[in-house]
């Protein structure tokens, strides 16, 4: 019964590689997110979608592409990629925006 | 007592001390603010919010304070238990029309048995 479920918990790939994460939330929230925590800690918002919509996009590059196919699920695609992009990608969940977000247990992106 | 580290600034605390960990905010018109906990390997979890109409909201064992003048955050966490070792951030809720939840650069509590 986890609210923000995030699939896979770690992923390890090459440069180069196109890879995929998949997040659901079970809390009946309109609006979800995706969130990139670099090695010190530091949590920027990258996308934020909201019934379906995408809201906000952070200035991310365009290798990176969120799909909603529901309210319930956000995943995130990225093609090709880079040294970089290995980081902690958390997805959240929240009742409109700026609101108290659930946050998923993230997953740990190793790029080699 | 507090200092910078290389990556995050870091507050070691015996356990049963109280606690107090800071938050600047940048933006004047944000009205909403959170404290979040990050455990090693988990995600961020919500510990106490408040709104900009309060200067002061009180939880269980935490307190967070809110000083608009000049723009700063407080969380306190009273007689800290090793459980509280984590990283803590605050977040403001900013941005005009749609807004989403900007997160400060977190602080690492290390708590001593």
């Known amino acids: 019964d986890t609210a923000v479920s995030q699939t896979p918990k770690y992923l390890v790939t090459q440069m180069g590689n196109d890879k995929s994460i998949k997040c659901e939330q079970n809390?009946?929230?309109?609006?979800m997110y995706w969130y990139k925590q670099d090695s010190k800690k530091f949590l920027k918002i990258m996308f934020s979608?909201?019934?379906?919509?995408?809201?906000i996009n952070e200035t991310v590059p365009n290798r990176f592409s969120p799909k909603s196919p529901d309210k319930a699920h956000l995943n995130l695609h990225i093609n090709s990629l880079e040294l970089g992009d290995s980081a902690v990608y958390f997805c959240?969940?929240?009742?409109?925006?700026?609101?108290?977000?659930?946050f998923g247990q993230g997953t740990r992106l190793t790029v080699v | 007592g507090e200092s910078v580290g290389l990556h995050l600034p870091t507050l070691s605390v015996q356990e049963g001390d109280n606690s107090i960990i800071n938050c600047a905010y940048s933006?004047?018109?944000?009205?909403?603010f959170i404290w979040y906990k990050q455990e090693s390997g988990k995600g961020p979890q919500f510990i106490i919010d408040?709104?900009?109409?309060?200067d002061k909201r009180q939880g269980q064992r935490v307190t967070v304070l809110l000083n608009k003048t000049v723009k700063h955050l407080s969380l306190q966490i009273a007689a800290t238990q090793p459980g509280d070792s984590a990283v803590y951030f605050c977040?403001?809720?900013?941005?005009?029309?749609?807004?989403?939840?900007?997160f400060g650069k977190g602080t690492m509590l290390l708590v001593s048995p």
């Open positions: 959240a969940s929240s009742i409109g925006g700026g609101t108290e977000a659930f």
């Open positions: 809390l009946g929230h309109d609006t």
């Open positions: 979608y909201n019934n379906k919509e995408l809201i």
């Open positions: 933006n004047s018109a944000s009205d909403y």
């Open positions: 408040i709104r900009s109409n309060m």
């Open positions: 977040a403001e809720n900013r941005g005009s029309g749609y807004s989403t939840l900007t």
